[in-house]
Each structure stands twice: as C-alpha cells, then as structure tokens.
C-alpha cells in the first residue's frame, strides 16, 4: 500500500510518481520526462502545474455555470455567467501549455524562479468558447484598444498592493480576436480547479502565464497591465538587469523539442534502440525533427508519429538508432514552418525564460 498521499487537496488526484515536485506553496509540480507518454496528450493527471497564487477554494467550481466574467473596454460592456458563454459559440483546440520558465534549470547562472527541466509542459486539447465570437456580440472592441488584459479570480492578500500581486496578462488585441478561447473543459472532461476551473483564457501558441486560470475579467485596453506580472516579469533582459516594459515579454513561444525515451534509468541494449520524444513550436506548426546520437556531431531526420493535432500542439517523434556499448549523447533539434531551428546554445537571461537549446535538452545513455 502506499503512503497517505502528500499532494494537496487541489492536486490530490494528480499521478505524485509521475512528478517532480519544486513547491506546494503555491503549487509547482512539473512532469518527469520519463513520465510522458507517446500517444499525443498529456493526460489530466500528469499535466504540470504552475500557480503564482494560491489555487482558490473550490466553492468555485460547486456550481460552474454560475461563475461570472465581466468583459470592458467592448462597445456594450457586460457580465456574462459561464451558462450564458456556452450558448454563444463552441471551439476546440488543441495546444502547448508550458511555462516561461521551462528549461530554467539547465541555466548555470542560478536564475531564480522553479527549477524546471522539460516538464512544465503538455499538449491537452481545450474547449470553450472564440473570445472573438463573445466580443462580437458585445459589439466588438471600443476604439483605440490595442490589448486585451485578462484578470484571475483569486482573492488577493489584503496587505499588499493590488497590482504587485495580481495574475493579469495583455497580449495584443489581433491575437484575442484570431484565435484566443475561453474554455471551460479540458481533454473532455470539466476544467479541473487546478488548471482554472471553471473558466481559463487560452491563447493558441503564448506561454503559459498569458493563459489565465479562473478568469474573472476580460477587458480590452489602450495600454499593457499596470500589474507586476506584465510590467517587470516575464521580461528577457540580459543577467544582472530588472525587468522593465521596454523588454521583450514572453508572448510566443519558440521552436522547441526534446527526447522523452529512453531514460537513463533504464538497462539498454546494444543494437537498436528506439529514441522518442516530442516537438512543437509557437505561432508556425513544427516541421522536421533532426536526431544526434553523438552529442550534435551528425543529424539524422527523425519521424513524426501519431495524430497531428494542429498547428499548436506537439507532434511525437520517434527514431531508431544503431548503438553500440558506451555512453552516448542524444539530442533532438526541431524546425518550424517559418525555417526557424532551434540554436545550440540558450539565450542566457536573467530570469531563465524561453530555454530551447538543444545541448542543454540532449540527455546521456548508457548501452550495454
Ligand atoms: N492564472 C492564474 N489565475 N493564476 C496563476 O497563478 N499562473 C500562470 C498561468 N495562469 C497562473 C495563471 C502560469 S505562469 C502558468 S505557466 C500557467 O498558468 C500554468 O498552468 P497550469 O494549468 O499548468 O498550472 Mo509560467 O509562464
């Protein structure tokens, strides 16, 4: 039998083996990399997790329908309930979910933040609601807004002041209105509180912290978040230097692969051995996928397997290598439809945003 679990009520039915667990306060958990699958999705309970704040109470996915989002900066500005969402449109999606900060741990510098490896990352697929679909019928954006400024649900300590605290994004306003969601189921099954049930934005191909969980307001506004979180974090500046709205922020994501199995922990053979693993990229659907079993001396084209489940999820990839005894450095390198690769080296950064090198994601295996 196995101990009293030790997850918190909130991610109490999550697989705890199929984790590494970097914090319960708030929640940090990614998935380990031997624990991702093949077929595609990660499922509900391997999915990471990553919360800035405490995970509200569950009161508020008791009655799921009557949760409320207040849309602003549209010409007829209104409160809408989750059962009145449902009956103006219905989209589905399929994406990457991962975190900023994914890859932070092979940073040398020590970045602060979790220290994640691959696994603050899963493809899911989502259903809602187009947000374009909902602000139309709200009359559409009022003039000269240029972002759309989504606000979560969480109670905030009184003590501090509000925008040093809240979880609130902008991403711009053409990007809403292609093909951002609000959803409220994922992977065909009510959105768990854990991933922002009852309601979450869901922004096709941006990093996670612009998909915001139990949205409570959606507002389209002239000017980016005053919030912290769109201000100063979530900014790539160089090492040493403070985040600031002049930075880039982390929108798209990039181009980005990696190799699931073998892991190291297991016996493996001399002969063939079967490599697989994962790839996708932001905003361009990932093409090609290059395998090196010497440490990126020499490529070869890896296969895609599996369904394609559109441009914004990740594709599985397998190859089959010929090893002989000894230790060997695996790598993957993916390419996307706009010709972007990703580089050998990691853009170093302060915060350790946006890791897709392919040296510091290659893992050692020994054979025989
Ligand atoms: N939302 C809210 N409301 N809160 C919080 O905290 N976080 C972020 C997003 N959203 C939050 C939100 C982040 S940051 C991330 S990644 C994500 O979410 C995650 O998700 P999941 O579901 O996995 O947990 Mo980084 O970039």
Redesign the pocket.
């Known amino acids: 039998a196995k101990d009293a679990p030790s997850l918190p009520d909130a991610v109490s039915w999550k697989d705890e083996d199929a984790f590494i667990v970097h914090g319960l306060n708030p929640i940090t958990m990614e998935t380990r990399r031997a624990a991702f699958g093949t077929s595609t999705l990660v499922p509900d309970t391997r999915?990471?997790?990553?919360?800035?704040?405490p995970v509200p109470d569950p009161t508020i996915v008791a009655n799921r329908d009557a949760w409320q989002v207040s849309f602003e900066g549209v010409k007829k500005p209104k409160t809408l309930t989750l059962e009145e969402l449902k009956k103006i449109g219905l989209h589905t999606v399929s994406t990457v979910?991962q975190?900023?900060?994914n890859g932070r741990g092979f940073f040398p510098h020590g970045a602060s933040g979790s220290q994640w490896t691959v696994g603050?990352a899963g493809a899911v697929v989502w259903s809602g609601v187009r947000v374009r679909d909902v602000i139309e019928s709200l009359g559409g954006p009022t003039s000269g807004m240029k972002f759309l400024t989504s606000t979560?649900?969480?109670e905030l300590p009184a003590a501090l002041e509000r925008n040093t605290v809240v979880?609130e994004r902008s991403i711009p306003l053409e990007k809403a209105m292609d093909d951002a969601i609000l959803a409220w189921e994922m992977n065909g099954a009510p959105l768990e509180l854990?991933?922002?049930g009852p309601l979450r934005l869901v922004v096709p191909g941006y990093?996670?912290?612009n998909?915001?969980?139990?949205v409570a307001r959606v507002a389209f506004t002239a000017e980016e978040s005053k919030a912290s979180m769109q201000q100063t974090s979530?900014r790539i500046r160089p090492i040493g230097v403070s985040g600031a709205p002049d930075q880039p922020t982390?929108w798209e994501m990039n181009v980005k692969s990696w190799v699931n199995h073998p892991t190291a922990d297991k016996e493996i053979a001399p002969g063939k051995v079967l490599l697989d693993g994962v790839a996708f990229s932001g905003m361009d659907p990932v093409e090609k996928v290059e395998v090196s079993v010497d440490g990126g001396k020499t490529w070869q084209q890896a296969e895609f397997i599996g369904p394609n489940l559109g441009r914004y999820a990740w594709r599985q990839f397998m190859f089959t290598a010929e090893l002989g005894k000894g230790t060997h450095t695996i790598a993957s390198r993916a390419t996307d439809a706009s010709g972007d690769t990703q580089p050998k080296a990691r853009v170093e950064n302060e915060r350790g945003y946006g890791n897709n090198s392919w040296q510091d994601h290659a893992i050692e295996i020994t054979v025989g």
């Open positions: 999915l990471y997790i990553r919360n800035n704040l979910l975190c900023s900060g603050a979560g649900g969480e979880v854990a991933h922002g990093y996670g912290c998909n915001i969980k139990y979530y982390m």
